[in-house]
């Protein structure tokens, strides 16, 4: 069954029920005992707050039951939700977003009304400058958690994502007021160069999407 990860500072939290569902890409086998919580009934908030500080890199929490620990950990949050998509084109290259320092894919916030199908659409083509796209499949949900910077909420941030086909012939267009400053189509042997300068939440995309990911 695959674990619920849940990104905290770019460090894993994990609620799997077994050890050997965790990918590799995610925390290597031989780590994984280390970062196992002993705790029948673990403090979350603590976990979590030793997680956003730095004083562990990872923690795992193993149950049986792993929906009812994960739907226990999300009540601590305010919960949001976005969608994006990975992009490839005729050729096959992936496309691949920089904002913010970092190579990222386009996503944005589920409007009221909308759906994660129609935010992801409507995202890639505003981000991107690209019209000519079509939704081929769901590839997972990732979770990442932030604090608010302007309500100082913690939120927990579900993002659907979509691989995604390009047919067209127009040319990319980065959107610069939401910090987009290049747009890039990448060969499929350079992306895991670009993967390095990126997310845990974009890697682990681009696994579930199929494509050879190293350990980091």
């Known amino acids: 069954m695959e674990p619920f990860i849940i990104w905290i500072q770019e460090r894993p939290l994990i609620v ?20 196992l919580c002993p705790e029948k009934h673990p403090d ?17 929490i193993q149950s049986s039951d792993q929906n009812a620990l994960f739907d226990r950990i999300v009540r601590l949050y305010v919960m949001r939700e976005a969608a994006g998509g990975l992009i490839t084109n005729a050729q096959q290259d992936v496309l691949l977003i920089f904002r913010l320092g ?18 992801a659409l409507r995202e890639v083509r505003e981000e991107t400058g690209l ?9 997972c949900h990732t979770y990442h958690a932030y604090t608010d910077r302007y309500t100082q909420e913690q ?7 979509f691989k995604m086909q390009f047919t067209g012939t ?4 980065p959107q610069i ?9 990448i060969k499929p042997p350079h992306v895991e160069k670009y993967l390095r300068y990126s997310y845990g939440t974009i890697r682990y995309v681009f696994y579930r999407a199929g494509y050879p990911i190293s350990v980091s």
């Not at 979350?44 to 004083?55: K, N, V």
């Not at 939120?155 to 994502?161: A, P, Q, S």
């Not at 007021?177 to 189509?185: F, G, M, N, S, T």
């Open 16 to 35: 799997c029920e077994q050890l050997q569902d965790i990918p590799e890409i995610v925390v290597p086998a031989s780590s994984r005992q280390s970062y």
């Open 44 to 60: 979350f908030s603590a976990l979590i707050h030793q997680l956003q500080q730095g004083d562990k890199e990872a923690c795992i």
């Open 102 to 119: 970092k190579w990222d894919l386009p996503k944005g916030k589920i409007e009221p009304g909308d759906n994660p199908q129609q935010t």
């Open 131 to 139: 019209h000519q796209v079509s939704i081929e499949q769901l590839i």
């Open 155 to 161: 939120v927990l941030k579900k993002t659907h994502w």
């Open 170 to 173: 127009e040319l990319t267009v």
């Open 177 to 185: 007021e939401e910090d987009i400053l290049d747009v890039q189509w």
